[in-house]
């Protein structure tokens, strides 16, 4: 049973129609990826889904309800534009979000406590906000957003600002939180933590969804049309093979290439050209396209479509 | 639930800003201040006082009249001249004196008139001293002529003070209205001040929030009305607890008050004789300065309180729109208007507390808080106004929340370019 589900919903401002009848679904235990380019109303989206905004039409339903002052409580929002308030000390300013997401005090305190403690930064508790690194406030804005245990999480690129220990360890905890049942909404530009957490996959472009569906199903779609080659010695064979217009190379590295078949070029085309240059093969392989390949090629389909229908009309 | 969220963040602001230094340290340094600018005043006042020392050349063909003018006032100094009115005019005008005064032979008694020449032209409060002077010298001439006993002269010159005392319904009360006048204006001018300096705390408080992106989690757990509401809540009971402070500090020290209020006013307000000596301004005013009703000062806390409110949601809806400081002051200048001009009307509204401008500033809500307060110190103000002043106020408070919180919700998630007024009008109709 998905506990959000967003039904056709649009907003517009001004003259942008900044969301275009949207609709997806959100199931606990798995975490949904929001993505899509800059503009394409991802951060309008999700201010309806937190009820910071309302939608136009349509509507949006968290368990059996529609959203409204009783789910924010049962939300948590991390957004990408996030602060503090710099004068307070961290743990004032935590018991002060929790407060205000309806926990009692005696049991903020105690979960403050444990999250601190959790994420290392219990010696900060009587620090001012702005006496901590960004990494720091990162975390506090973190568990800022977690404190009252809410059943739906929504981190707007919750990495960024990270070292990678860091990182890991929030990484850890998001896992963690996602076996525990809870929904979780993930909105971020880096393709690899993409595909490295997200069990669903919501692609929007220019207030539209364009690709929406469990990533594992969305990559067998596409099939394995991307061929993954490393190699010593010359590359030329690259350039005539993009010149053919029969692949497109996405990535290119001294010994490294990611080909992205098309028209139903097969891979043995590749192979053969290859084999006229390289003085040797270390790795050839053919594969399900990454998800970046994967968010390009919607994006662009999307917007080339809608530049033809400009010129249409 | 809901209610308790908007306390929740009143409670926040209220603690976050009573814990800082700069709280601690604008309540205690607040009263001196305050003191030492009304003190300022006082010197100011006094000093120019102290200009209006002059000297007067006497030309006095009569030859009899000159001994009363010797030495009876302080700051004008009488000196007896001699000779060619051309002679006492180049002095006047070499800078010697600053005017002469020509007394005609036959003014005892006959029909004449005394003449004053001076560069300044001689207005106001000096001219009417020397026609004071000039007339109980003559008037003692006269007497003196008609050879009246020496009981009849004290009698005539002895000095009629006139005492104001205030009408009301409940009876005479002592003192003069100049003191009323004067607590009234200070009363004003306190609202002004705070109304002024806690209406941008709240807006600078608004303008960090946003600056500082904390706002939209914030508005992720409350509503923006809420948040828009608390905050001026909390800030006002901050503003509450200094005022409190402050009323406690000035109740203790009201007789320092009274020195200080003497020092500041202006004899034309106080309608004590011209010739009032500071001293007796000093008894006027700090002799009957603390007899007020309560009521007096319970209207003083309701009208600051909502003068305060109604101007903090304002100023909060114009910080949300921007993000900075600077960027506020254009927009700021429509809604600061109504409390320039209650303020710039002030001494008219002493002067004449019942006149029609008076009446009509303390019922327009958005001047209201202040001549309300001072026609309440001052005079019997009529219970309908009172309500009608209120009614009004609240209304206006409920519609300036309404206003201001649609412009919030949208303003608080604008960055960028800062927004018109018009731009801001159209956030308005925003569902």
Partial sequence: MPILKVQGISKQYEKVLAVNNISFEAQPGRILGLLGPNGAGKTTTIRMVTYITIPDSGQILFGDDRVGPASQERMGYLPEERGLYKKMKVGEQLMYFAELKGLHKSVAKERIRYWLDRMGALDWVSKATNELSKGMQQKIQFIATILHDPELLILDEPFGGLDPINADLLQDVILELKDEGRTILFASHRMEQVEQLCDDICLVSKGEIVVNGALSDIKKQHGKNVVMIDFEGNDGFLDRLEQSGSVRVNARSLRHAEIRLLNGTPSKTVLSAALEDVSDITRFELVEPPMREIFVTAVTEQQGQQALAAEEV | ?431
């Avoid at chain 2, 030859?63 to 700051?75: H, N, P, T, W, Y």
Wanted: proline share 3%.
């Fill in chain 2, 1 to 431: 639930m809901t209610k308790n969220k908007t306390f929740i963040v009143a409670k926040n602001e209220f603690l976050k800003r009573v814990k800082t230094r700069w709280f601690v340290f604008t309540t205690l340094l607040g009263p001196i201040v305050l003191i030492g600018f009304f003190a300022v005043i006082g010197f100011v006042s006094a000093s120019s006082i102290e200009n209006n020392e002059s000297t007067v050349l006497v030309l006095d063909e009569t030859g009899r009249l000159f001994s009363q003018f010797d030495g009876v006032d302080e700051d004008i100094t009488f000196l007896h001249a001699e000779g060619p009115e051309d002679r006492l005019r180049q002095r006047v005008l070499d800078g010697e004196a600053d005017g002469y005064l020509v007394l005609p032979e036959n003014i005892v008694t006959g029909d004449v008139e005394a003449r004053y020449y001076t560069m300044g032209g001689g207005i106001g409060e000096f001219a009417s001293d020397l026609r004071f002077y000039l007339r109980s010298a003559v008037r003692t001439a006269r007497l003196e002529d008609q050879d009246v006993a020496s009981e009849v002269y004290d009698i005539i010159n002895a000095r009629v003070g006139l005492e104001s005392i205030r009408l009301s319904q409940e009876g005479e009360e002592q003192g003069s209205s100049a003191a009323y006048a004067v607590v009234g204006g200070i009363m004003g001018f306190l609202i002004y001040l705070t109304m002024l300096i806690y209406g941008s705390v709240v807006m600078q408080g608004v303008i960090q929030e946003k600056m500082n992106r904390v706002v939209e989690v914030i508005i992720s757990s409350v509503r923006p009305f809420q948040l828009l509401m608390g905050k001026v809540l909390g800030i006002g009971a901050m503003g509450l607890v200094q005022m409190s402070f402050w009323a406690v500090l000035m109740a203790g020290g009201t007789m320092l008050a009274g020195t200080v209020v003497g020092l500041t006013m202006d004899t034309a307000s106080l309608e004590l004789p011209a010739e009032a000596t500071q001293a007796e301004i000093l008894d006027a005013a700090g002799v009957n300065l603390p007899d007020f009703g309560v009521e007096v000062f319970v209207f003083f806390v309701v009208y600051f309180l909502l003068g305060y409110l109604l101007y903090a949601t304002l100023f909060a809806g114009i910080g949300s729109a921007v993000e900075q400081q600077q960027d506020a002051q254009s927009l700021m200048l429509p809604v600061m208007m109504p409390i320039i001009m209650s303020i710039v009307f002030l001494t008219a509204v002493i002067e004449a507390p019942n006149s029609g401008l008076s009446i009509a500033l303390s019922l327009i809500p958005f001047t209201a808080p202040i001549p309300m307060v001072v026609r309440i110190a001052m005079v019997d103000v009529p219970l309908w106004q009172i309500s009608a002043s209120l009614a009004l106020l609240i209304g206006t408070f409920f519609g300036a929340v309404w206003v201001s919180s649609r412009i919030y919700r949208i303003g608080i998630l604008s960055y960028g370019k800062k927004p018109s007024l018009k731009e801001i009008i159209k956030w308005m109709k925003y569902a």
